[in-house]
């Protein structure tokens, strides 16, 4: 079977290893370092469908070519909700994950709620037509960072139904019960149903 090539608008080499891991089967996944796309694309949306769009309507206008691109980010309820669309950059501009973690667990040192969830809002162009998947995990901030596996806040994330926080799971378990894997699954079946 011949793989279709499809373009995920997005440098980060994390989440282009995980979305070729949820999609390997089906299609063959390029970045856009792979389309020779050097431009920085700035996500100024307020929200992860905002984003999402943003992201995919700048390889449209690049290439008009089959694409998609996701945005993700940890939504803490006793936070309001944030860091949400600011997760990557929450200690600032070019803040590391520690950085942001270690934020994070300093604003909740004092809280009982550790209720969150990690979101995920897929934008595809296909077709001439721009379709939107989502996909979302429930579960608690750890009160320290655990674990060497994935990225981001996956060190402090523990998933509903686990008392092991993402990056102490491992990609195998994540990708399976994963925001980024439920909106993929999505993607997917909707891909499958319009080839």
């Known amino acids: 079977m011949v793989k279709k090539k499809i373009i995920f608008a997005s440098n980060n080499a994390h989440k282009l ?4 891991a949820l999609l390997s089967n089906n299609f063959e996944v390029v970045g856009l370092k792979d389309v020779n796309y050097t431009t ?3 996500e100024s949306g307020n929200t992860f469908h905002e984003n999402s769009f943003i992201k995919t309507s700048a390889i449209v206008d690049f290439l008009n070519s089959f694409c998609f691109s996701d945005d993700s980010g940890l939504e ?3 936070l309001n909700g944030q860091p949400g669309v600011y997760s990557a950059r929450f200690a600032g501009e070019k803040a590391s994950d520690y950085d942001n973690i270690n934020l994070l667990l300093q604003k909740m040192a004092n809280e009982t709620n550790r209720n969150a969830q990690f979101k995920t809002v897929i934008c595809l162009y296909f077709n001439n037509k721009y379709h939107y998947f989502e996909g979302f995990v429930k579960g608690q901030i750890a009160m320290e960072s655990r674990g060497v596996n994935g990225f ?3 060190p402090v994330f523990i998933p509903e139904g686990f008392e092991n926080t993402f990056a102490e799971l491992g990609a195998e378990i994540k990708n ?3 925001h980024r894997a439920m909106a993929i699954q999505k993607l997917v079946k909707f891909l499958n149903e319009n080839d």
């Open 76 to 78: 803490v309820e006793c």
């Open 40 to 42: 920085e694309i700035i």
């Open 17 to 20: 290893n995980e979305i070729n």
């Open 176 to 178: 399976k019960i994963s």
């Open 152 to 154: 981001g806040y996956d």
